[in-house]
């Protein structure tokens, strides 16, 4: 029973999303009693209580929405990286490995609201951010001087012209949840283990739908290259 309810409300949450962020179609009324679910799918009905949202509307929207890590991105890949030794490098980087559900509580304590909950692992936070971009047509600005991390991963990416954006994170979720509740969700995760440099990176926007886009340290805009081929072969 838990199982099918679950994955009804998955379904209307998925389906919401998709209409009002990609079609601008609201519907007001979207419960329980409006739902019918059987062998062929599930139906929704009763739409009295339904509009269609301006592109303003829409932008004001999706501008609400505040896009979230829950702790330093690339350790994982640039330690796989390192210890194949194949470049050679020495340097003191150990995984981000670590168990979600912690993380997962924390943010569930401070709302269920939530758009997307995502594992950032093959691919990274980047591969992971225009797969969201792209499913739900919208754009995602990141703030360079927002994205945590370590100083050495940093240097070790920066020898072999790498983005610490595309390596494997192994214990890092890509949050999606409402700028109001951004400030609260960031702390949740901060007093969680292994949550402590969790920080907002950037929000959601309605320019540049599928893309993501990178404001510099000196203030300009760049769309991050899309993600193609695998920086390392598979290590999960």
């Not at 990609?22 to 599930?42: C, V």
């Not at 470049?87 to 943010?107: E, G, H, N, W």
């Not at 940093?154 to 012209?161: F, N, R, S, T, Y």
Request: glycine residues 12%; proline residues 4%.
């Amino acid at each position: 029973l838990n199982d099918r309810r679950n994955h009804i409300l998955n379904i209307t949450k998925a389906w919401f999303e998709n209409a009002l962020f990609k079609n601008g179609f609201f519907h007001g009324d979207l419960h329980g009693g409006n739902l019918m679910t059987g062998i062929e799918g599930t139906t929704f009905i009763d739409f009295g209580n339904c509009s269609r949202l301006s592109k303003t509307e829409q932008g004001a929207i999706k501008m609400m929405l505040a896009t979230i890590v829950s702790g330093d991105v690339g350790r994982h890949g640039c330690t796989i990286l390192l210890e194949r030794n194949e470049f050679k490098i020495k340097a003191d980087v150990t995984s981000d490995c670590a168990p979600l559900s912690s993380a997962v509580d924390a943010l569930m304590g401070v709302t269920h609201d939530l758009h997307v909950v995502r594992d950032a692992t093959r691919g990274g936070v980047g591969t992971v951010l225009y797969e969201i971009a792209d499913q739900a047509g919208v754009g995602i600005e990141l703030n360079d001087r927002d994205i945590p991390v370590d100083e050495t991963v940093q240097g070790v990416c920066d020898m072999l012209g790498l983005n610490p954006l595309y390596l494997a994170c192994e214990g890092r979720l890509v949050i999606v949840a409402p700028s109001e509740y951004a400030e609260d969700l960031v702390k949740a995760l901060r007093t969680s283990p292994y949550g402590e440099k969790a920080a907002v990176i950037g929000q959601v926007t309605e320019s540049n739908p599928g893309k993501v886009v990178m404001k510099t340290s000196i203030g300009t805009k760049t769309i991050l290259p899309l993600p193609g081929g695998e920086l390392l072969p598979r290590i999960c």
